[in-house]
């Protein structure tokens, strides 16, 4: 922004009093002005440090480092380093985009009376054909000195320890890398995290078109953006939420899917490829069953993961589901949304079985995925739980079958073996 000084000219006439004598010549006497005092400088504002700040912090994610080095100050020492380690991390980042909230934040103890510190909560699109839905990146305090009636950055006070500076985004896995495939895009952590970051996108890369092209599911589907993280836990840090668990190492919340790699890493290479192939299953289903029951939902993750297995001459067995019925509760199953219906160990497992079970007879024998969308869209105005007749009348209006019929087809389909030659 260049400022314009406009000087303005003053001009002073003062005439001596003439007592007009005649003949008597006319004197006036030039007037002597005092220059005026310069007026203090006035403090910057508040609302002009968080503007700068947040200004500062885009300009460097979007890598416009000219417009950011106009609004720093000439750091030295360890702060210069601290504000090039904040460039570097960011520049490691493919950003297409950034956006951010600033707010006010405390000054360390050791600053200037007249600093101000800002944080700023980052977040940004990644690049990409599209670029991802927006990624939170974490908070950032900056130090701004006024200078000339302005302020200007000079310091990353982040990790002063008397802050306590909460992580978050993707400054919880420290220094964050990016595995970009023809589809999905994976983003790690640690160094020692990328052959598993390489190897979960190439499996989900051979995986999405496929599932993209039958149940849609948008950009997030089509172009999967995939967060390796430890274990839950740190998702939830990540994201500011519970992610929830849709499958024992991973989930998906939202637009992206997590892998959690603490359980990854125990599974062997085909088990793992099915996982990655039930949670691209679960994004590019997420639109259309947003409101279904969990045994909908883990069904239909089930039978892609099944049709993954069997490919490879392996199989997710029914077994003991088949010995269950016909007095297993399915009906209960059904009405519930709660992550693998709140049950562990072999709950968890005959859940999921009777869970294939129907979802393969609905899949196979009443409509295909159209049903299935269809189905979805029966459960969405059925309010916070889930009713027996909730249930009876989705089935009835989407498939023009009673829930009841298919019970029976998937009990018969359990029993009669066929699934163990798929």
Not at 39 to 48: H, L
Not at 117 to 136: D, I, Q
Request: charged share 20%.
């Amino acid at each position: 922004m260049a400022v314009v000084l406009a000087a303005l000219l003053v001009t002073a006439c003062s005439g001596g009093s003439s007592s007009a004598t005649s003949g008597a010549p006319r004197t006036t006497t030039p007037a002597v002005s005092e220059p005026p005092a310069s007026a203090p400088a006035q403090p910057p504002s508040r609302a002009a440090a968080l503007a700068l700040a947040r200004r500062y912090l885009l300009d460097v994610a979007e890598g416009d480092d000219a417009k950011a080095g106009s609004l720093a100050a000439a750091a030295g020492g360890d702060a210069a380093g601290r504000l090039a380690e904040l460039g570097g991390w960011l520049h490691g980042l493919p950003i297409a985009r950034a956006a951010g909230h600033a707010s006010a934040a405390s000054r360390p103890a050791s600053a200037p009376a007249g600093d101000r510190a800002v944080a700023v909560a980052l977040r940004a699109r990644l690049a990409g054909p599209p670029a991802s839905a927006w990624v939170p990146l974490g908070t950032r305090v900056l130090l701004l000195a006024p200078d000339g009636g302005r302020w200007r950055v000079a310091d990353d006070v982040t990790a002063d320890p008397a802050l306590a500076v909460h992580q978050d985004g993707l400054s919880v896995l420290g220094r964050p890398h990016v595995e970009r495939g023809a589809h999905a895009t994976v983003v790690y952590g640690p160094g020692s995290a990328r052959r598993q970051a390489r190897e979960i996108g190439r499996l989900a890369d051979a995986a999405v078109p496929d599932l993209h092209g039958t149940y849609g599911g948008g950009a997030p589907a089509a172009h999967p953006l995939i967060l390796l993280v430890d274990d839950a836990s740190q998702a939830e840090r990540l994201i500011g939420r519970n992610v929830g668990q849709v499958l024992p190492a991973g989930s998906v919340a939202g637009p992206f899917a997590y892998v959690f790699l603490r359980r990854y890493r125990t599974i062997d290479p085909v088990s793992r490829g099915a996982l990655i192939t039930g949670l691209m299953t679960h994004l590019a289903t997420a639109p259309s069953l947003r409101q279904a029951p969990t045994s909908l939902r883990a069904g239909v993750d089930a039978y892609e993961q099944n049709r993954y297995l069997n490919r490879r001459g392996y199989v997710l067995p029914l077994d003991r589901i088949a010995a269950a019925y016909p007095g297993y509760p399915t009906l209960d199953r059904w009405t519930t949304r709660e992550p693998l219906w709140g049950l562990n160990g072999t709950a968890q497992r005959l859940a999921g079985q009777d869970a294939l079970a129907m979802v393969h007879v609905i899949l196979t024998r009443h409509g295909g995925a159209p049903a299935l969308r269809r189905l979805g869209r029966a459960f969405e105005h059925t309010g916070s739980d889930i009713t027996a007749a909730n249930v009876r009348r989705a089935f009835q209006q989407a498939l023009g079958v009673s829930f009841a019929s298919v019970v029976d087809e998937a009990h018969a389909y359990a029993r009669g073996g066929s699934w163990k030659f798929s």
